[in-house]
């Protein structure tokens, strides 16, 4: 959103850093106390559930592996989000992008069977990226064109593409059986678990290692935030984007196409949104089906936010969000807390994060009753 | 089939389907004139449609329930007032994070209070008013004649009648009264309604109370006079579509209704359409999409030579 604030942290000037990163902290701090509020006055107790969520998501190797399992798509919806902030556009329908790069994975990868892995890996996610960016590039054009809001048109597409994919494996591309869901991705399509790479010896001796079904996809969306963070600080494109994003009269002014540069932010959003579900198709499911989602498109608006949008700090942002999502479960389990506060959680902490001026608002408040109190 | 699929219930399903979206439309006009853009109409009308069906599962009175629903879009509303204006946060986000609030919330509760996840217990409908008998090729030209008035206008229940009161009320105090003209400026230049002492924090906060409540009534329409029962997520873009409407309808709360109407009869011919789906050969997916399609197509064709409030989605700064 703000890119300005984004270049000003150049100067590494401590208290600057200090602001900028104890936002996001307290906004998260506040969000799990108001949190643990609401579930006390529901009845149950907030320790046990914490505690409870803190062993799900950190507690063993396994459940380790499922928070990066969970935060792999989130850094990557997170990212695609964030790159559209930048350019001040809000790409709330990345879950429907993030569907389309799901569907071109879950359908390539069948197609590519007999290819060895170097050969389809790259071109499951190449196709990804392309299904996401042409899934965004409508609404790209209506907003670059005629100014169409792109929060209704991206959340239209996405409406449009969960249909589309649950038509798609109900019919034609649907397996044999009763599941309506595509065939098993051939396994040189398949993102390798990460346990998978070491030999049983190396396991035994560093059991850390063994994290269930986290796969290779977290590589995949490292490498896609530090390539994001590159392209905004050192490239001509990732000047333009933030140019437009800060101030789109003075970047026409100085030269830049603010029509061409939303469509490309747009665009590019959407290939990481798309590149998002293929990592959920390719390294979790290893196949299509039309629930493959738990909504981290919308997950990644959240990230997006609690990380200011820096594709570096989307890395923890999704960490968090990712942990949450995968203790929810054993707190559920042992808490009997139901997941759905999770959601609450999240809002929240989009809340805090967005009201900067909450601070400056009780500050003048006190100020307000001094004042009136005096006079 | 085309008699089969033109008939009077057909008209007659899109205006009930046109209702909750025309509540929305008129409550997102009524908001982003005042300057304040509100995405978050997803959200209130999913709490408005939990709250009619939580309280009449408690209590048993349908009507209780739509008053439970109005209060609780005012409520939920109030977050997106005090954050918008008052902490000046992002409109947008805000609107975000309540529509995910408003997912978890609704959740939540559901399983506090019924034990489960999905869809609620049902409740008994609130009745269409009037009962006047008419058939369908009964007898000569006037029977039919109406036949097709009976039912286009008069198989509904009350709050599709209270939409169109609303559209029109609205659209008169909007052009007619001090508090349009004020409601008008605040979109426009918030700065000329402070300087005549006019305050815009509270003239912004009563707008999005109202669309909050407009909103809530919207989700009471849903669950308490169409479905008769709550399930998860059950707006399905609703609140989106009514942002649409509300651009298509050029910002008036009449506009919003005729575009509203639009959106419904388009619900309606999918639904209809769909029964005849084995003679026409298309998919069901297909017939759903219909709605979210003619949305982008409406905006598409409509936005720039609809244009919006100047001062909408910018925070106000006494300076």
Known sequence: ?375 | MLADIITPDLFASALRMATPLALAAIGGTICERSGVVNIALEGIMLCGAFAGVAVTLAVGNAWLGVLAAVLAGVVIAAIHAFTSINLRSDQVVSGTAINILALGLTGFLMEILYGHPGTTEAVTTIKPIFRFASERGGGGFVAEVWHWVNTILFSHTPIVYMAIIIAIAMQWAMYNTRWGLHLRALGEHPRAVDTVGVSVLKGRWIAVLISGALAGLAGANLTLEQVGSFTENMTNGRGFIALAANIFGRWTPVGSYGASLLFGFADALQIKLQIFRGEINIPPQFFLMLPYILTVIVLAGVVGRSVGPAAVGKPYEKG
């Open chain 1, 1 to 375: 959103m703000s890119a300005a604030a984004e270049d000003r942290s150049t100067n590494r000037d401590w208290a600057a850093i200090a602001q900028k990163v104890g936002t996001p902290f307290a906004s998260v701090l506040l969000a799990i106390l108001i949190g643990s509020l609401i579930m006390w006055v529901s009845g149950y107790d907030p320790i046990a559930a914490y505690a409870a969520l803190f062993q799900g998501s950190f507690g063993t190797p396994k459940a380790f592996g499922d928070t990066l399992l969970k935060s792999t798509p989130l850094i990557l919806a997170g990212l695609g989000l964030a790159y559209g902030f930048r350019a001040n556009l809000f790409n709330i329908g990345a879950e429907g992008q993030l569907f389309m790069g799901g569907l071109a994975a879950g359908w390539l990868g069948l197609v590519l069977a007999g290819q060895p892995w170097y050969v389809a890996l790259p071109l499951l996610l190449l196709a990804a990226m392309l299904a996401g960016a042409a899934w965004a590039f409508i609404p790209a054009i209506l907003k670059a064109r005629i100014g169409a809001h792109e929060v209704i048109t991206t959340m239209m597409f996405t409406y449009i593409a969960r249909y589309f994919v649950s038509y798609l494996v109900i019919g034609p591309l649907k397996s044999p059986g009763q599941i309506p869901q595509t065939g098993l991705l051939p396994p040189e399509s398949q993102l390798p678990r990460i346990q998978s790479l070491f030999s049983d010896a190396t396991l035994q001796a560093m059991p850390f290692l063994k994290m269930g079904r986290a796969h290779m996809g977290i590589l995949v969306a490292i490498v896609a935030a530090v390539i994001v963070w590159w392209v905004l600080k050192y490239t001509t494109l990732g000047y333009e984007n933030r140019a437009v994003g800060y101030n789109p009269w003075a970047a026409e002014t100085g030269g830049i196409s603010v029509q061409w540069t939303t469509v490309k932010a747009l665009c590019i959003s959407g290939s990481l949104a798309g590149l998002a579900g293929a990592v959920e198709v390719m390294g979790v499911h290893h196949r299509l089906f039309d629930q493959f989602s738990s909504g981290f498109g919308f997950t990644g608006i959240a990230v997006a936010l609690l990380a200011k949008n820096h594709p570096i700090a989307v890395i923890p942002a999704a960490l968090l969000f990712g942990a949450l999502s995968a203790g929810a479960g054993t707190m559920q389990l042992m808490a009997d807390v139901p997941q759905k506060i999770i959601l609450i959680v999240q809002a929240l902490v989009i809340f805090f994060v967005a009201a900067e001026g909450i601070v400056t608002y009780f500050v003048k408040q006190r100020q307000k009753e001094a004042t009136s109190n005096v006079g």
